[in-house]
Nanobody, 127 residues
């Protein structure tokens, strides 16, 4: 059974940094891809970043490119999102996501078909 558990969210002032973690169980990091999404109140969920664990290649939404870094620790089966120079518009619930092939509805973005999301961790950035 796949579980993705996010942590590391919190409240920071604009310009600050946070590092989110996603601990995966029942899912191997040797599979195709993993990613981070976010959803702000009243807005649709959007993809933030994606990594192909095998090659380490990454892709970012234009709104976070140059400020956020997605990375992985295969030995610990953990995904990270380092967020620097945070802005109030980064305020959202952040979710870790993976393609599990479960047959659940998929969101295809950044070259990856995600179908499983964790419960999320809240990030609040004040001005």
């Amino acid at each position: 059974q796949v579980q993705l558990v996010e942590s590391g969210g919190g409240s920071v002032q604009a310009g600050g940094s946070l590092r989110l973690s996603c601990a995966a169980s029942g899912y191997s990091f040797s599979r195709t891809c993993m990613g981070w999404f976010r959803q702000a109140p009243g807005k649709e969920r959007e993809a933030v970043a994606r990594i192909f664990p095998g090659s380490g290649t990454t892709y970012y939404a234009p709104s976070v490119k140059g400020r956020f870094t997605i990375s992985q620790d295969k030995a610990e089966n953990t995904l990270y999102l380092q967020m620097n120079r945070l802005k109030p518009e980064d305020t959202a619930m952040y979710y870790c996501a993976a393609p599990t092939g479960s047959g659940a509805p998929r969101t295809v973005v950044f070259g990856c078909a995600f179908d499983y999301w964790g419960k999320g961790t809240q990030v609040t950035v004040s001005s």
